[in-house]
């Protein structure tokens, strides 16, 4: 696949540009509308689309299946928000020439940012690429979306990016709504186009940290939405460890080296007491784990090199690892440690290894534990493995809670739900903005922005705004929450 020109990007950046103000002034039902064709067209697609998603990213096709079905039903829910409406958050204060002091007629509602860049992730080759939650949250936000495809599945992406973009025009959307573009210097290029207002990421660290300086350093900044690096720790207890410590190392090993440990949300670290007796039971699961492909050699790459770092650290020592195979094939690797030797020296431990390698860690007393906690930076999830009876719970999610957007109980956090309550973020480096979800609906939140009219006629209100409320949407007025028109 060919890197967009300057030429094409300019077409693409225009297109997107010109797409901005007919999109936002779609009803909400419309764009709702838009995005069911689209995913229509996407599960329509599935038996051309997966094959190629098999050979371009070696995963296989029952996950790829299933990252169709995980993309399509979150276009869906994306639609039933916008039919909701209260994404708008639309509120009105009238007027009171009786306060003091006295208050004008305020109307207030989220409304689209613009033209939005999306770099795509490869470890997703749909439910975080093209037709991913970045692309679906900015479509539904009235936001026209330019992509920048992963150089690992590249003419999936042009593929797909052609079957969601006919879907759409042909549901009413304008020209310019959707477009894929290839290459690191077209990306870098259309983050720093004025004409792009916001740009969401799912990658490495480094490479997200260059791209937010980027988009920060422009004459006009504008938000980079980032999802960098996680560790995604797991505690255990003493008492958990009594009641199911056979379950809880097989959830482990399952978890960890679920899709050759590519996952953001891999646990990196499994804290466990001092004593705990799993230590065999571990091995031989980790030895049992057949070696598999990655993503690319670059990521493999990546990965043997960090994993070979932690394995030579003095304070690391190697449990198990996989069986042999192919020389493109990974095995599973199991190092460990002890709480002491990492609060003695965090860094080196506590970097992020892309692919099937965890870190056991002892630890000597529930201080010692939560001391451990205090240790990280922020993360995707931190999960606790715990009993009702825990003393140790509630200083522990103290810390967690400072540290983590999702905390767990008692399960593995391998697999994101795609609701509304879902919150798939967390502070630096988990994301650069952690008040923010790539995941579930609020994530629409990241391209929209708040404008307030002051004593506008109603001939200049937006409808959701007008005393008539004829989208029925739920607004604020007056402090209460209502569908009804104002009297």
């Known amino acids: 696949m060919n890197d967009t020109t300057p030429e094409e990007l300019e077409t693409a950046l225009a297109a997107a540009a010109a797409a901005a103000r007919p999109l936002a002034a779609l009803r909400p039902a419309q764009r ?8 229509d067209a996407l599960d329509a697609a599935e038996g ?15 996950r790829l299946t299933g990252e169709v079905a995980r993309s399509s039903g979150q276009l869906r829910l994306f639609a ?4 909701d409406g209260s994404y708008l958050e639309a509120v009105i204060d009238t007027a009171d020439p009786d306060a003091t002091p006295s208050r004008p007629d305020l109307r207030r509602m989220l409304v689209p940012l613009g033209p939005v860049l999306v770099f795509a992730a490869s470890n997703f080759p749909f439910a975080f690429s093209v037709p991913g939650g970045d692309t679906a949250s900015a479509l539904a936000a009235g936001a026209p979306v330019v992509v920048k495809a992963h150089p690992g599945h590249p003419e999936l992406s042009r593929r797909t990016g052609d079957v969601l973009a006919a879907a759409l025009r042909k549901a009413g959307a304008p020209d310019g709504t959707l477009t894929v573009v290839h290459g690191t210097a077209a990306g870098t290029a259309a983050l720093t186009d004025p004409r792009i207002k916001a740009a969401a990421f799912t990658g490495s660290e480094r490479g997200g940290r260059a791209l937010l300086d980027i988009a920060a350093s422009r004459p006009d900044p504008i938000p980079f939405y980032g999802e960098l690096g996680s560790l995604n720790p797991v505690f255990v207890t003493p008492a958990a460890l009594a009641a199911r410590g056979e379950e809880i190392a097989d959830g482990y090993v399952a978890s960890f080296t679920l899709g050759t440990g590519q996952f953001c949300t891999k646990p990196g670290l499994l804290f466990l007491p001092e004593g705990h007796g799993l230590e065999q039971r571990l091995a031989d699961l980790v030895a049992d784990v057949a070696p598999a492909a990655m993503l690319g ?39 460990a440690t002890t709480a002491e030797e990492l609060l003695a020296d ?3 431990l506590l970097q992020e290894c892309f692919g099937p390698t965890s870190i056991l860690v002892e630890y000597s007393g529930a201080d010692e534990m939560v001391a451990a906690a205090e240790a990280f930076g922020g993360n995707l999830t931190a999960t606790v493995h715990a009993e009702e009876s ?14 983590a957007g999702r905390i767990l109980f008692n399960g593995w956090p391998t697999g994101v739900a ?40 109603q001939s200049a209100l937006p409808e ?24």
Do not use: K
């Open 32 to 39: 709702a509308a838009m995005l069911r064709a689209a995913a």
């Open 390 to 403: 825990d003393d140790v719970v509630p200083p522990l999610l103290d810390r967690l809670r400072e540290r």
């Open 346 to 348: 965090p860094d080196p």
């Open 297 to 335: 050699e670059r990521i493999r790459e990546g990965h043997a090199e960090e994993r070979d770092r932690l394995a030579g650290l003095g304070a690391v020592r190697t449990v198990a690892v996989g069986g042999a195979g192919a020389a493109d094939r990974v095995p599973a690797t199991l190092l």
């Open 48 to 62: 051309d689309l997966v094959p190629l998603a098999m050979r371009e990213s070696s995963l296989p096709e029952p």
């Open 80 to 83: 039933d928000m916008l039919e």
């Open 464 to 487: 959701a705004l007008a005393d008539h409320n004829v989208l029925g949407v739920p607004r604020r007025v007056d402090g209460s929450l209502t569908g009804e028109d104002l009297a």
């Open 418 to 457: 795609v609701t509304s309550a879902m919150h798939h973020g967390g502070p630096w480096p988990a994301t650069t903005a952690s008040v923010h979800t790539s995941v579930g609906t609020t994530a629409v939140r990241r391209f929209l922005r708040p404008v307030c009219y002051q004593d506008a006629p």
